[in-house]
């Protein structure tokens, strides 16, 4: 199985920081991973899928990149509504669909 | 507009059963693989099964085989999860997700429902 881990598993960030966070799988999944953000109580957004492709309606401070086994997620300039634990999913190794831990964006 | 919306929830016995269902509109239920995503209070997203379009296929994790059965009616738009021989580590929200494709054939799930809260508890 392939294995999802994400570092910094928490961050504390101000609005208009530039926000970096890395997804890295177990074994090479080429572009197969998606990346989540997820609010309290509420159900995980897809933000970005295929590495580095926005979701339709997802704002453009959010863009992806990586392949093989080293992913980043980064926030160009971190919003309010932008504080959010996200996620990374593998979709290379399926019917699995394994997830990262998360990382917890907070205020600083 | 796509939406799904989970039901069937609730406080269950070790060794109970549940079923949950999603009913799903705004799109073409019957064209698209499903799935059931769990988070545990407090922890990260865990997949739990899936189903093709037609209802031919499907797969589960290791954590749940044996004891969960998803299905799907195309005629009513609806998903299901049969949860039998619930364990205490069976706790959590539960989310139905639809599952696209991109023009490279990598799945991702683009929408999800509000999720239901299962808690297995005596």
């Known amino acids: 199985d392939i294995q999802m881990t994400q570092s910094p598993s928490s961050l504390s960030a101000s609005v208009g920081d530039r926000v970096t966070i890395t997804c890295r799988a177990s074994q090479s999944i080429s572009s197969y991973l998606n990346w989540y953000q997820q609010k309290p109580g509420k159900a995980p957004k897809l933000l970005i899928y295929a590495a580095s492709s926005l979701q339709s309606g997802v704002p453009s401070r959010f863009s992806g990149s990586g392949s093989g086994t080293d992913f980043t997620l980064t926030i160009s300039s971190l919003q309010p509504e932008d504080f959010a634990t996200y996620c990374c999913?593998?979709?290379?190794?399926?019917?699995?669909?394994?997830f990262g831990p998360g990382t917890k964006v907070d205020i600083k | 507009e796509v939406q799904l919306v989970e039901s069937g929830g609730g406080l269950v016995q070790p060794g109970g059963s549940l079923r949950l269902s999603c009913a799903a509109s705004g799109f073409t239920f019957s064209s698209y693989w499903m799935h059931w995503v769990r988070q545990a209070p407090g922890k990260g997203l865990v997949w739990v099964s899936r189903i093709n379009s037609d209802g031919s296929s499907t797969s589960y994790a290791d954590s749940v085989k044996g004891r969960f059965t998803i299905s799907r009616d195309n005629a009513k738009n609806t998903l299901y999860l049969q949860m039998n021989s619930l364990r205490a580590e069976d706790t959590a929200v539960y989310y139905c997700?639809?599952?696209?494709?991109?023009?490279?054939?990598?799945?991702?799930?683009?929408?999800w429902g509000q999720g239901t809260l299962v808690t297995v508890s005596s």
């Open positions: 997700a639809r599952e696209d494709v991109s023009q490279w054939l990598v799945g991702y799930f683009d929408y």
């Open positions: 999913q593998q979709s290379y190794n399926t019917p699995g669909f394994t």
